[in-house]
């Protein structure tokens, strides 16, 4: 293994298409970042399946947190900070209620074990990787300063020892080490669909963004990833490959 770059973001979503908080450091488990998509959310109305951004786009201006420490056999307590920015607990059926009425849905509430978050609530893999100068290299196509990372709902954020965009895609089928612990392997591109379209701040969408993903990488951007060992990870971590 050679040492390509270090990790400069380490992101998780509590809730599932909620925005999610940046840490800088947890531990990475068999479904991936410790407590990621733990809470979801399920559309009575399809038979329950999940609410995504897809059918209520403005849940990505939510977000949640957890605000105490890490526990092996609990989540910490979980705080939801509403798209007009007022703050709950995660069993307050204030803000449940209000999600109800604004997405026109029958919704329950459901959270699963710090142990095991089946890969359904993850969705396509445990882990999604995207390298900064893939976000730079977009965000300069799009003539913008800088683009809200957030929108592709990454774990990691790889600042690479060398500038070169999508680079990630030559990691696939590689295994990967991340600190001392951490051992993963990269496994496919990340297809992308609308969701990347909207801003996590107010959940209004920017299709511009993902025709030039379309434009540019055949509609990809980031990789996944599976974990091969769990351990603990930090900001600043070295990445070898």
């Not at 995660?90 to 919704?107: F, H, I, T």
């Not at 496919?188 to 511009?208: H, S």
Request: proline share 5%.
């Amino acid at each position: 293994m050679q040492k390509i770059g270090v990790l400069s973001s380490l992101l998780r979503y509590p809730v599932k298409s909620f925005g999610g908080e940046n840490v800088e450091s947890t531990r990475v488990l068999p479904y991936g970042v410790y407590g990621d998509r733990s809470h979801v959310i399920i559309d009575r109305s399809r038979q329950g399946k999940y609410l995504t951004i897809t059918q209520y786009q403005e849940m990505a201006a939510y977000q949640a947190t957890f605000v105490s420490e890490e526990n092996e056999d609990t989540y910490p307590e979980l705080q939801i900070h509403t798209a007009n920015g007022e703050r709950y607990g995660w069993n307050d059926e204030r803000w449940r209620q209000d999600l109800r009425l604004k997405s026109g849905r029958d919704l329950s509430f459901h959270s699963f074990t710090p142990s095991y978050v089946p890969i359904g609530a993850i969705e396509e893999a445990p882990l999604l990787l995207v390298t900064h100068s893939s976000l730079q290299y977009l965000s300069k196509q799009l003539g913008k300063s800088e683009i809200d990372p957030k929108r592709f709902r990454p774990n990691f954020i790889i600042h690479t020892d060398y500038d070169m965009p999508f680079s990630e895609h030559d990691w696939i089928s590689n295994q990967m080490k991340i600190g001392e612990e951490v051992v993963i392997e990269i496994t496919k591109p990340c297809e992308r669909c609308m969701i990347i379209t909207i801003d996590p701040k107010n959940g209004k969408r920017t299709p511009t963004i993902h025709k030039e993903i379309i434009r540019t990488n055949h509609n990809h951007f980031g990789v996944y990833a599976k974990v091969i060992q769990t351990g603990n990870v930090k900001l600043g971590d070295e990445i070898w490959l």
